[in-house]
């Protein structure tokens, strides 16, 4: 987050990149997809 003094995120702010980060670790977590045989 910035400094003290800095202007801080608003809670919506914050919770969107919450929600960001929480998706992209679980989408990591599941791993690649499965490889499409080519045609």
């Known amino acids: ?3 003290k003094k800095a202007k801080q995120p608003t ?3 914050r919770r ?5 980060v929480t998706r992209e670790l679980q989408r ?3 791993g ?4 499409v ?3």
């Open 32 to 35: 690649p997809a499965a490889p």
């Open 16 to 20: 969107m990149l919450v929600g960001w």
């Open 11 to 13: 809670t919506a702010e």
């Open 28 to 30: 990591a977590e599941r």
């Open 1 to 3: 987050m910035p400094p």
């Open 37 to 39: 045989a080519a045609s």
